[in-house]
């Protein structure tokens, strides 16, 4: 019988994902989390979620932004008018597994409360500028919190 808790071994990445994601999943497991080229020196993670239709594992790099004992990550699909994939299925299923740097653990993703959305937003526009260009005025970008259960 399968272990309902154990985690997926490291799935591959969404369909679709594309080869830029693709390298970057493979330079994080290699290099223990950290990675070079654009996104060298930002905090980023692994986010491992079940695709809502097909229920396979599906894992996108994503940075986040720490916020007390949970992280908290970006639906911003790179200012698209569009909500990402990875979003669209964890809204589907919340549970979630999280990598960042050599740690991996199971964990729950929930919206983030709309009274902290805007201050999280200034703070992550603070730490990494070039989100300020993500916002659009087509739809509200989703956060998302992750919390280790």
């Known amino acids: 019988m399968t272990n ?3 985690l997926p071994r490291h799935p591959e990445p969404a369909d679709g994902a ?3 994601n693709r390298d970057v999943i493979a330079e994080f497991r ?9 996104l060298a020196g930002m905090p980023l993670l692994l986010l491992t979620v079940a ?3 097909s229920g396979e594992p599906r894992t996108t790099p994503l940075v986040y932004l720490p916020d007390g004992d949970r992280l908290v990550v970006f639906a911003s699909n790179g200012g698209s008018e569009k909500d990402p994939v990875w979003y669209r299925n964890l809204v589907a299923r919340s549970e979630v597994t999280v990598e960042v740097g050599t740690d ?3 964990a729950l993703a929930a919206p983030v409360d709309p009274a902290e959305h805007d201050a999280l937003w200034a703070r ?3 730490a990494q500028p070039q989100f300020a260009g993500y ?3 087509a739809r509200t970008v989703p956060l998302v919190a992750l ?3």
């Open 4 to 6: 309902p808790t154990a």
């Open 18 to 20: 594309g080869e830029f």
């Open 30 to 38: 290699a290099r223990e989390g950290a990675v070079g080229g654009d």
């Open 51 to 53: 695709g809502a239709r």
């Open 104 to 106: 991996r653990y199971p």
């Open 124 to 126: 992550q526009i603070a």
């Open 135 to 137: 916002r659009t005025a």
């Open 147 to 149: 919390t280790r259960v």
